[in-house]
């Protein structure tokens, strides 16, 4: 979705349609597991679908590429995360990649919160983004759910058009750095993720994050009252970075 974004935000600042050439190290098929219910090409085709102006890209996919280290035959191209034909952008440094849904999958909120924790991912993230224990999570599910919340807890694993359903109606998402972050940002959706990582806040720019166990479990107080000021922060620091998206892309 990075990647997406990038491309529709530069399609529009220029008023040019692009293709989006993803290059994939393994086949059409694969699956990091067996039980997995759909591969990432199938996730990414789905969620292209949802986005506004979706035909301004064209994605297309190279699958076994030669770009990757462990077979990089092309003399031509060296592997990095990301390339311009065009020039556009400098490999070794990011790209304006803000971008919003399409109007019409935008629906009213539930009293639900979304969560996902680095427990059930497909490997272990990084080492920044799981300085809480299962423990520090389980206490944070505990907090949010007494006032009567329904709560939604994702892995890696959910089918993608659930994921997307439920963040799609939920009040707020509080995660790890990672999995489903940009269907949030997309969405606009509040967001609280712990992170010292000043990446977060490129990949997510309405995220409220806590660079440390200690101010983490602060923040979330009892859950009640001591977490509804935090709350409002989130809301309305959401509303600004979602409203501003509406105004420039609808």
């Avoid at 995360?81 to 490999?91: G, I, K, L, M």
Wanted: hydrophobic share 35%; with cysteine; net charge negative.
């Amino acid at each position: 979705m990075c990647a997406l974004n990038a491309c529709h935000n530069y399609s529009f600042e220029n008023k040019k349609r692009v293709n989006l050439e993803m290059h994939w190290e393994h086949g059409e098929d694969f699956l990091h597991h067996p039980d997995d219910p759909e591969t990432i090409i199938q996730r990414m085709e789905w969620l292209h679908d949802q986005y506004h102006l979706q035909d301004d890209v064209l994605l297309t996919h190279v699958y076994e590429s030669d770009l990757f280290e462990h077979g990089n035959v092309n003399p031509n191209k060296k592997k990095a995360r990301f390339y311009f034909d065009s020039e556009a952008y400098d490999p070794t440094g990011t790209v304006n990649n803000d971008w919003i849904f399409k109007p019409e999958v935008f629906v009213p909120k539930r009293k639900k919160i979304v969560i996902w924790t680095p427990t059930y991912n497909s490997e272990p993230p990084r080492l920044w983004k799981r300085f809480l224990t299962n423990d520090d999570w389980h206490d944070i599910i505990k907090l949010l759910t007494w006032e009567g919340w329904i709560l939604v807890e994702l892995t890696y694993r959910t089918p993608v058009r659930d994921a997307f359903k439920q963040i799609q109606e939920a009040d707020f998402v509080v995660c790890y750095d990672g999995m489903w972050h940009y269907i949030v940002r997309n969405f606009g959706k509040p967001l609280f993720i712990p992170s010292w990582e000043g990446i977060t806040s490129y990949n997510t720019p309405q995220v409220i994050r806590k660079p440390n166990r200690h101010q983490t479990m602060e923040f979330f107080s009892d859950g009640g009252e001591g977490f509804t000021p935090n709350l409002t922060e989130m809301k309305v620091k959401a509303k600004q970075y979602i409203d501003i998206l509406k105004a420039r892309y609808w």
